[in-house]
């Protein structure tokens, strides 16, 4: 492994993909069922609102790399608890982060700053994506599949 891919898998990662979190099948909610041919990531994200608005329970299965697998565990610590509105806008930043220029800035973003790497592997940024607008396919509570193409 090179050192910039070794950075790229960095503790948080792999620890993520090790033990992912919240990596269960949710019954009772939404869900949407998300695809990146360019890997073969596939992931389904399920999700309940709560009465007032909010993420109160969100998930994830499926199978791909260890940077899709971990940026979906990240993604579902990241967004329980948060309104839809608020999700929404983790994501746009998120985006931002990892289509960023390689030496520009990273926003504050917690433990999403692990996957801040992928912006200078522009292959992987759709691994790390993927849960995010899966996510979101979920939100709008659309059954189709979504792919990252
Ligand atoms: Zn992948």
Known sequence: MSA?????YQEVILDH????????RLEGGQHAE????????????YLQIDDEGRIGDVSFQGSGCAISKASASLM???VKGAT?????RLFDRFQQMI???????IDRLGKLEALA??????VRVKCASLAWHTLRAALEANEGMVTTE
């Open 4 to 8: 910039e891919l070794d950075d790229l």
């Open 17 to 24: 993909n090790r033990r992912p979190r919240n990596f269960r």
């Open 34 to 45: 998300g695809f990146n041919p360019l890997c073969g990531d596939r992931l389904t994200v």
């Open 76 to 78: 579902t610590d990241s």
């Open 84 to 88: 839809v509105a608020e999700a929404a």
């Open 99 to 105: 289509t960023g220029p390689a030496d520009g800035p």
């Open 117 to 122: 790497g992928v912006r200078r592997f522009p």
